[in-house]
């Protein structure tokens, strides 16, 4: 793992100790892992790039996404070190992490299980998945480990006349479990169906009004892109698009085409344009951004490119930075891993495996 040279520390001055934000998110242990990393590592309160925007005018924007223009090495192994919870005897069920995963619909189940199998995978203690009937008894079938509620319909099972009564039904069952949760994760394997994506759209409003912070993944990306409304103001929501996804964000909200010359400046005008959100940009390298300033993590991970990555990451991802900084470096390290036994013949599975010898690697349990 390579570390940051001459880091300015103002690349973590954005995670200064958010106001209190609800009773189950304040009372998360990761929440609370993370907060006595950042009490170590912020600047003063008068550190340069601290205040924000007076307005989203594209002047405004610009000038301070050119005060957020370098980008800093994350030092992502001390990260990992410091937010990883202890395994502890006292601790009971549910306290090193509870996710949900809102996706899984006929055309795809392999998605959201990735995301929540991954979770479990590097040390949460309860994963759940919301998804369709179709979905659910494929996604149970590929482990006994997740909680599977299909909850979710499309468009093809409810009548024009029963629209209103289901969609509030779906969003009743899914609300009863709402404050259960640390993190949800919207989008893999969701699927573009319209009855659908109305139902995880009243899901997402309700989870910001709790306070539940949330990752947007997949077709969650396609949601919100047209519809920014969904994510406006969330200062816990993370966007985790590919190129793809990216370059669609980028020509609806910024009105322009990716720049790669001034990648960490378009990043940051982006999270200001939409307000608030974070945004971790996958690529070679991944630039991680809450629209004061950039990191990244580069580690090599692997050259094959199997379609899945995204699930795993996002599975691992908390809607902080050193969350993203985090699940980034974990995903490229098992990356790695698998490739250097499998080689071409590497797929997603073959990752997950390896999720936990990345953190044991890093941050080994004790016994």
């Known amino acids: 793992m390579s570390r940051h040279t001459g880091a300015c520390p103002h690349a973590w001055h954005q995670h200064q100790q958010p106001p209190h934000r609800g009773r189950m998110w304040a009372a998360s242990p990761a929440f609370r892992n993370q907060l006595v990393l950042l009490r170590t590592l912020l ?41 990883t919870p202890p395994l502890d005897r006292a601790r009971h069920k549910g306290q090193a992490g509870k996710i949900a995963v809102i996706g ?29 009937k179709d979905a659910a008894t494929v996604i149970k079938s590929y482990s006994p480990e997740l909680i599977v509620h299909p909850i979710l319909e499309e468009s093809y099972s409810v009548r024009d006349d029963e629209r209103e009564s289901v969609s509030s039904k779906v969003l009743t069952e899914v609300a009863k479990w709402m404050e259960r949760f640390d993190c949800i994760v919207v989008g893999p394997g969701l699927g573009r169906d319209s009855f659908l994506l109305d139902c995880v759209s009243n899901i997402m409003r309700h989870a910001q009004q709790a306070n539940i912070p949330t990752v947007i993944d997949g077709d969650g990306l396609f949601l919100i892109t047209n519809d920014l409304g969904l994510v406006k103001g969330n200062s816990l929501a993370v966007l985790t698009p590919n190129v793809y996804e990216y370059k ?68 691992r991802v908390n809607p902080m930075t050193l969350g ?6 974990l995903l490229r390290k098992a990356a790695s891993f698998a490739f250097e036994k499998n080689k071409r013949a590497t797929v997603t599975t073959d990752i997950i495996e390896y999720l936990g010898k990345s953190l044991e690697d890093i941050c080994p349990a004790e016994h």
């Not at 619909?105 to 369709?132: N, Q």
């Open 248 to 315: 669609r964000l980028v020509q609806k909200v910024l009105n322009c085409d990716v720049n790669e010359e001034t990648a960490s400046e378009q990043l940051t005008a982006l999270c200001q344009k939409i307000g608030g959100v974070s945004i971790m940009r996958k690529g070679k390298a991944d630039l991680i951004s809450d629209g004061k300033t950039v990191t990244q993590v580069s580690t090599f991970g692997s050259p094959r490119r199997c379609g899945g990555q995204g699930d795993i990451l996002s599975g």
């Open 324 to 329: 993203c900084i985090a699940g980034s470096l």
């Open 43 to 83: 600047p003063s309160p008068t550190a340069v790039g601290t205040s924000s925007p007076s307005s989203s005018s594209p002047s405004s924007l610009r000038a301070h996404a050119m005060a957020a223009s370098a980008v800093y090495e994350a030092d992502a192994e001390a990260v990992i070190r410091r937010i």
């Open 104 to 132: 899984g619909c006929r055309e795809y189940t392999g998605a959201p299980y990735f995301a929540a199998i991954s979770a479990l995978k590097i040390g949460a203690d309860l994963s759940h998945v919301f998804c369709t």
